[in-house]
């Protein structure tokens, strides 16, 4: 018998059917779950044991511990994911992974769903033609749970019988009866595979039928799960590699992780070897080192095994591996960066709605805070450090001289390219998903504390030239008034920036309220004493023209500060305590 080119294709090609049945299994598990699942991640991951739980729950719903992965750098690039909690995650997921192989175990191996597969395959169609779409989407699922097996089927057909080729079978015995470096030729040919597979589950199959065809040991194959531990890190670093330092230090936290477990896993392989073989032939009544039919169920059961006790052995070391690649993937400094540039938006986390939300709410407060308060602070000759201190604002004024700033230029270069940018991403997440009610609420009010700003910009324009002359004018009464009005704003801006990390934020909400209704009363009582100020001729009428103008102008600024800042800390402060 030949193998040539036709039945090297079909290999080729069971492998492929194998790989898609996976995929769509995987990918319409992961819709059916949907929003609830990544709300269940971004929620029960306050601990590390919750985290690990979360992981390895995911894992097992979706058969996908890329896609776990992928989510984890996803959420972690948005800080949706604290560092410790993402290790959590991926560790727990590390053994959720290991569900799918006990599947592919048992049903492809022990039991014969091939058998099955087309009835099902028949079902699934009917299902996926429903008008609902959750019915769909388990019709799909089933469809792809089939092809999985009629691949896996194919794939051991395809596999040539080592028997009838004496010389291959005496070249592959001199790979595998090197002792430790066959072993570790056999963990770099597992890494290999799975990073150009991209599924440690399609990894495992293919391992699993070379073993049970002969064309590799027990141990070798073992030697292989390992590696493949060591390829499916790979998935992270390639989703992290365009996301921000955070998502980067959980792909190499992933890999360093994996990469301890199968150092400490070297150093006892033939032991551990035995130790599950004993185990497995209570269970299968005969070992996977001398019986085939007790292979599979060996297998999964040593790739479990394996993973439980890596994740315990690490779960406690969690600081320690969070500090080692923090040390790896330092923050860039964000003295090097252009504050025009936008920061937080990027694909890594426009891959979810939550994770795409995080971004916009956090470019919005970068811009808020860094573009925003400078305009305000700087258009009233203030710096943004005296409103930070306990300075009064009359001693902050006393002493305050004209600032230069071009409050257009500002806004042409350092405002107007990232809230375009804002509302191009916030379009993209509108677009790209089913947002719920609270998420097109959410993605809303961000778009309109961005309009917001925009106002409180243009007001500043305005009133920076009448300030310049008002406040420094030799009339003290006018003065005074000009200083009064730069107080209302600067007052606003002082409060505002409170907000941030606020614990009794609900009590610092409310204030907000209280305090828009103190400034809208702020403008009659000015009135007033501008209307006395003309009547005792204080003031002249030109002045007095500028000052009601510039009152409305500065109440609106402070009301406008307000109401982004109450949107915007808002929705930061759901976020941070995970309601979302």
């Not at 009590?507 to 003309?534: C, G, M, P, W, Y």
Request: hydrophobic share 45%; glycine share 6%.
């Amino acid at each position: 018998m030949n193998y040539g080119i036709f039945n090297t294709l079909t290999l080729v090609g069971s492998l492929g059917l194998f790989l898609y049945g996976m995929r769509v299994m995987s990918d319409n598990l992961t819709k059916l779950a949907g929003d609830k699942m990544r709300r269940i991640m971004a929620n029960t991951t306050s601990n590390r044991l919750f985290a690990v739980l979360t992981g390895f729950g995911t894992t097992a719903l979706v058969q996908s511990s890329s896609a776990t992965t992928l989510m984890v750098v996803s959420f972690a690039n948005a800080s949706l994911l604290t560092l410790t909690e993402s290790i959590g995650v991926i560790m727990g997921a590390n053994i959720g992974t290991t569900v799918t192989a006990w599947i592919i175990s048992i049903l492809g191996f022990k039991v014969s769903m091939s058998s099955i597969a087309i009835p099902l395959i028949g079902f699934g169609f009917v299902l996926s033609l429903g008008k609902d779409k959750q019915i769909q989407r388990l019709g799909s699922f089933i469809v792809g749970f089939a092809l999985l097996f009629i691949g896996l089927q194919f794939l051991k057909d395809a596999m040539p019988d080592l028997q009838e080729y004496p010389e291959t079978l005496r070249t592959l015995a001199n790979y595998t009866n090197q002792g430790f470096w066959s072993v570790l030729l056999f963990l770099g040919v597992g890494a290999m595979l799975t990073v150009i597979l991209q599924s440690s589950s399609a990894t495992m199959a293919l391992t699993l039928v070379m073993c049970i065809e002969g064309w590799i040991p027990f141990t070798m194959a073992a030697a292989m799960v390992l590696g493949e531990n060591i390829g499916t890190t790979i998935t992270a670093n390639i989703a992290a590699f365009i996301g921000n330092h955070q998502a980067k230090r959980v792909a190499r936290a992933h890999f360093i992780f994996n990469i301890i477990g199968v150092l400490w896993m070297l150093t006892i392989f033939w032991w551990f070897l035995d130790t599950v073989a004993i185990i497995t032939q209570q269970i299968e009544g005969a070992s996977p080192l001398t019986q085939i039919s007790s292979i599979p169920v060996g297998l999964a059961l040593f790739h479990t095994l394996f993973n439980v006790i890596n994740t315990s052995m690490l779960i406690g070391f969690l600081n320690l591996i969070s500090r080692i690649v923090t040390l790896m993937v330092p923050q860039r400094d964000e003295k090097t960066t252009h504050i025009f540039e936008a920061k937080y938006l990027d694909d890594t986390s426009l891959k979810y709605p939550q994770s795409a939300i995080k971004s916009l709410l956090d470019e919005s407060l970068h811009l808020y805070e860094k573009v925003v308060y400078k305009v305000v602070t700087h258009g009233l000759n203030v710096h943004r450090e005296e409103i930070k201190s306990d300075l009064h604002l009359n001693d902050i004024l006393a002493r305050a001289k004209i600032i230069e700033i071009d409050v257009g230029r500002v806004y042409l270069n350092e405002f107007k390219n990232i809230y375009g940018r804002i509302i191009e991403y916030a379009t993209k997440t509108q677009e790209k998903f089913k947002l719920d009610k609270k998420q097109i609420k959410a993605v809303r009010n961000i778009l309109i504390a961005g309009s917001l700003m925009v106002e409180i910009i243009k007001d500043i324009k305005l009133l920076r030239q009448n300030i310049n002359v008002f406040s420094n004018s030799e009339n003290k009464y006018i003065k005074k008034q000009y200083n009064n009005l730069r107080k209302i704003i600067l007052q606003t801006v002082r409060y505002t920036s409170q907000a941030k990390g606020n614990s009794q934020y609900k009590k610092h909400a409310k204030n907000h309220r209280k305090n828009l209704t103190k400034f809208e009363k702020k403008i009659f009582s000015s009135d007033n004493a501008i209307n006395k100020l003309v009547a005792n001729k204080n003031i002249n009428n030109e002045m007095a023209t500028s000052l009601l103008n510039d009152n409305k102008l500065a109440v609106q600024i402070a009301q406008n500060l307000l109401k982004a800042a109450n949107i915007l800390y808002f929705e930061q402060r759901k976020f941070d305590k995970k309601d979302s």
